[in-house]
């Protein structure tokens, strides 16, 4: 259910199933989702698949605050509020170095 059709949808070895593919392909997107050590090779780029790591860790610092992590905002809009907030000061605090 999102707005736009994204560019790629990135995922780990967890996701790895050719249904899944195909639905990615099907609603316009590319899947970046590398393939278990059992099933035959599937194009994966490496650049694609390597910024996973910087998406997991923001998630980890912003997972830090007890408001992001336990989604005590009971409304969807006062989460995403919290969100921005958080996501915000990690910024600056990683800027600022």
Known sequence: CLPDVPGWVVGDLGLASDAFRERIWAMGA????PPR???A?????DW???NRHLVENL???L???RAVATRYE???RSFL????????ADWIKVTKL
């Open 41 to 45: 090779p599937v194009a994966c780029p």
């Open 74 to 76: 009971k409304t969807a």
């Open 30 to 33: 590319r899947p970046a989702i």
């Open 48 to 50: 694609v698949y390597a």
């Open 37 to 39: 050590r059992t099933d």
């Open 59 to 61: 998630w980890a610092r």
């Open 81 to 88: 509020g919290v969100l921005c907030l958080a996501a915000t």
């Open 63 to 65: 997972k830090e605050w």
